[in-house]
């Protein structure tokens, strides 16, 4: 899928005039007759509701109840008062209004589905990804080829690993385009303005944990629900979250299609939990693949991310492994495959939590702080210098900037971490790393092992808290969760990662 928004402006017709060049476009109008959503999507990704004059498209994943949706559409007197319907439809998807000659768009507050926008002729255009606006954008200096331009600084803060620090992950790289804000819609003018006004803010933790737990089990069985269909496949890779999402879709009434990978290392026992986890689903289907021959866990090639908008994703390397998973659930007759990913930024534990738990809880604080320091290996002086620490997340995040080319810090020294990476500080690429580097300490993504530096611990006030995008930029595999580090391992494909000649297996 991809899609462009457009305002309800006839200067906006330009732009429609290129898109329209092409037969494979989709149009969806406004009221007034002019294009307000072109690109390309599948029947089923698509649905509209209309009110008079009013239209609302859901572009994903959702289960829209058509008749509640319309009189909310019919009734509302501002595009504010959309935000109803915007929290209580479940799944993954880009909501759009066309309003009275006002356009909303917004996506989704894990940022898997993003908004961008950028002037284009006059007048502000929105669109799923950057790389169409910035291919338009009249205000873009070109490469000498006509390419679109990128912003160099952005471009260099991508080489950070693991990951660079929130707000600045979130930057496009293409120059001309912003991305909008976690929690924001996008409203268009008729006359072609556009602003971003906050719609969704974090809720205050004041209901009880049996209330809260019911409610995310429904939230959650909802959103599983809006994807299954008449056949759904999901790893069971044996790991918490990949198990819980393949009982929530039998809880559905899907026709479940389950794929369990066996790892190699002997050691790992996964198989046996996913064994257990199968027993209890005996109306679903079980496949078990173990096949040596197929895709290495970490094979790829040059061409894996070719034309991807904002550079490799960060599980390429287990692209060829995907593949090969796809078209097995293809022949059983799934349309939808899910996996565990997820998980550890709804549920994981920041160690940057634990700034504000050890001040207000000074002794109940205690054991969680241990838990953290014995799973990160943390000397107990950086753990000690990290909590005390009040500087502000702005002085950190300048102070960074300023040690981004020293060395790694070594054994007792204090890991200047913030929201990018909880455990090292951003820092610039570390040489080559193998598949046993994940099992010594180094999240996959590539950054510092704990175990060979010695870093300390990313204990910090960060700004970055209270935003759901910042949680997911702050989540590593590693993340203490439970309780129990050995249960905590990533089920990204529903495999284990090859055994490591260290014979570590703390942080998995």
Request: aromatic share 6%.
């Amino acid at each position: 899928m991809d899609f462009v928004v457009l305002p309800d402006s006839q200067a906006a017709s330009a732009v429609a005039e290129s898109l329209t060049r092409a037969t494979d476009v989709r149009v969806v109008h406004h009221a007034s007759g002019r294009p307000w959503l072109m690109g390309r999507w599948a029947d089923g990704e698509l649905t509209l509701v209309g009110a008079g004059a009013r239209r609302l498209a859901v572009l994903g994943r959702s289960t829209v109840d058509g008749p509640r949706v319309e009189r909310a559409l019919a009734q509302a007197r501002s595009l504010g008062q959309l935000d109803d319907v915007a929290r209580s439809l479940p799944g993954c998807f880009h909501l759009v209004a066309s309003f009275d000659g006002w356009t909303r768009a917004q996506g989704s507050l894990s940022t898997a589905r993003q908004i961008f926008h950028a002037e284009v002729g006059g007048v502000t255009v929105a669109a799923d990804g950057p790389r169409r606006l910035a291919q338009w954008a009249s205000t873009l200096l070109r490469d000498d080829d006509g390419t679109p331009t990128v912003d160099h600084d952005l471009l260099a803060l991508r080489l950070l690993t693991p990951v660079p620090p929130w707000p600045l992950s979130l930057r496009p790289v293409w120059s001309g385009v912003s991305a909008l804000g976690v929690g924001c819609r996008l409203e268009l003018g008729p006359d072609g303005s556009a602003r971003e006004v906050r719609w969704w803010r974090p809720p205050e933790p004041d209901v009880p944990t049996e209330q809260a737990a019911e409610r995310i089990r429904q939230a959650l069985l909802a959103c599983v629900g809006a994807r299954t269909g008449a056949t759904v496949s999901a790893d069971l890779s044996g790991g918490l979250d990949s198990t819980s999402l393949c009982f929530l879709a039998d809880a559905t009434g899907a026709d479940l299609v389950t794929h369990h990978w066996k790892p190699a290392d002997r050691a790992n026992d996964d198989t046996e939990w996913a064994e257990r986890a199968a027993r209890r689903l005996p109306g679903a289907r079980h496949r078990v693949g173990a096949d040596r021959n197929g895709p290495s866990w970490y094979e790829t090639t040059g061409t894996v991310d070719a034309g991807h908008e904002e550079g490799p994703l960060p599980w390429a390397r287990t692209r060829g492994h995907m593949r090969r998973l796809l078209s097995t659930v293809a022949a059983d007759g799934s349309r939808c495959h899910l996996v565990g990913v997820g998980g550890d930024e709804l549920f994981g534990v920041l160690p940057t939590a634990l700034w504000s738990l050890a001040r207000r809880h000074p002794l109940g604080s205690l054991s969680t702080i241990h838990r953290f320091r014995v799973l990160n290996r943390w000397t107990l002086t950086s753990t000690v210098r990290g909590l005390a620490d009040d500087a502000s997340f702005a002085n950190w995040l300048r102070s960074t900037a300023d040690r981004l080319t020293e060395p790694a810090p070594g054994p007792g020294t204090r890991c200047s971490a913030g929201a990018g990476n909880p455990g090292c500080r951003p820092g610039r690429p570390p040489t080559p790393w193998t598949p046993y580097a994940d099992c010594c300490g180094t999240p996959p993504n590539g950054s510092t092992p704990s175990r060979t530096t010695g870093t300390g611990p990313s204990i910090r006030r960060s700004t970055s808290s209270s935003s759901p995008a910042a949680a997911s930029a702050n989540s590593t595999p590693h993340s203490p969760t439970w309780g129990s580090p050995v249960r905590r391992r990533s089920s990204t494909t529903g495999s284990s990662r090859p055994p490591c000649p260290c014979g570590s297996r703390t942080g998995w």
